[in-house]
């Protein structure tokens, strides 16, 4: 895992947009799996600006969205489908054939894990896996304790992940669950974008980067994964080097 420190969100934003371009140009064809979140935007947005200044196509490339709350239909505006659709996905050339984000509101959202995670498969793996984190150093909804062998599943969010998320919701009240993608799905990414920005996610990211490997810091997994990067403002990068992780 190596970190590359960028002297604001704007250059943080473009570069991670162009790492996810320099692949698809590598590999139109790409199998890429995507965070929500307000992180992201800025890249999205660059992405965005360079599909419409005709440098980069995503016609051929396949999208699997990290996570989607639970008991949401698809068009809540809070939900992730309207997000990523507002954001990136109806703003590009996207095939909406190759487009999976997980269903929050079917049915039967056992069955709906084991469709995503088949879908997954199905595409064969994820060829680039971008990531926000979490305060608590969650990845996708991979809360704290999350086993690195999971897989898609139903997780219950935490308490401070619901409050930290609570204004996207009337009345404050963030869903208690969520469809994610599991822990052992992301490690199998052959290259990981892990992207953090302000002073807020400095602690979590020296923990992920200079701490132990272990299952209380789910971004911390990533040390062993051998292609990622960390993405950092230089807030997000301030409680490096000062051996403040545990
Ligand atoms: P944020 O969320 O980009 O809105 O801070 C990141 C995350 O919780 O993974």
Redesign the pocket.
Known sequence: MRARVFPDYEAMSAAAAHAVVDRLVEEPSAVLML?T????LGMYGRLVEMHRSGEISFSEATFFNLDEYLGLLPDHPASYHVYMKENFYGLIDADPARIFVPDGAADDPEAECERYQAAIGEAGGIDVCV????RNG??GFNEPGAPFDSRTRVVRLSES?RL?NAGDFEADRAPERAITVGMATIFESREALLLASGTN?AAAVAAALEGDVSESVPASMLKKHPNTTLFLDEDAASDLGRGVAS
């Open positions: 965070p979140g307000t992180t992201p990531l926000g984190i979490g969650h990845i992940t930290v996610k």
